[in-house]
């Protein structure tokens, strides 16, 4: 089994900034990739932002040069810093974890954590 914990989200004015964190444990011998996705309201998911183990990352073109993904590989951690935020940032953000168990391979998804962003 592989638990996700996310932190992070809230209610933030346009302009403002947010961190999320995601936290992977459990049966995890490696993780192949750690990303972000969100649902906003009548929407459907979308990818937001990914990172590799080897550190090589992707973003929507709607985030690019306001969001940052990072990774501490030692705490199985993945981070959303989100700045100049805008009101159609708002969603149900959603972390998602490729990992490998030794026993084979699986994607793993938080809970989500509300992000909400006032005009």
């Known amino acids: 089994q592989v638990q996700l914990v996310e932190s992070g989200g809230g209610l933030v004015q346009a302009g403002g900034s947010l961190r999320l964190s995601c936290v992977a444990s459990?049966?995890?011998?490696?993780?192949?990739?750690m990303g972000w996705y969100r649902r906003a309201p009548e929407k459907q998911r979308e990818l937001v932002a990914v990172?590799?183990?080897?550190?090589?990352?992707n973003y929507a073109d709607s985030v690019k040069g306001r969001f940052t993904i990072s990774r501490d590989s030692a705490k199985n951690t993945v981070y959303l810093q989100m700045n100049s935020l805008k009101p159609e940032d708002t969603a149900v953000y959603s972390c998602?974890?490729?990992?490998?168990?030794?026993?084979?391979?699986?994607?793993?998804w938080g809970q989500g954590t509300q992000v909400t962003v006032s005009s």
């Open positions: 990172i590799t183990r080897s550190g090589t990352t």
């Open positions: 998602n974890v490729f990992v490998d168990s030794g026993w084979g391979r699986s994607s793993q």
């Open positions: 459990g049966n995890i011998v490696s993780i192949i990739s």
